[in-house]
């Protein structure tokens, strides 16, 4: 099963920057709630990764 992280971070993508607002069951939810808490902005990026339940690794 696929899950979808969503976060919030500075224009340079850094990992020390990342701020997580949820996880979702499909992308097309973290996007519209993204849209909806207003995430994007001109000094900010969002990031949704797509991980693997049950599977053991870094993100």
């Known amino acids: ?7 919030q971070t500075d224009n340079w993508k850094s ?3 990342r701020v ?11 996007i519209d709630s993204a849209k909806w ?3 994007y902005t001109y000094n900010s ?3 949704v990764l797509e991980v693997t339940l049950n ?3 870094e993100i």
């Open 1 to 7: 099963m696929k899950l979808f992280i969503l976060y």
């Open 15 to 17: 990992k020390a920057s």
């Open 20 to 30: 997580c607002f949820g996880i979702f069951d499909t992308r097309a939810k973290a």
């Open 37 to 39: 808490q207003e995430l």
């Open 45 to 47: 990026e969002v990031i």
């Open 55 to 57: 599977l053991f690794e």
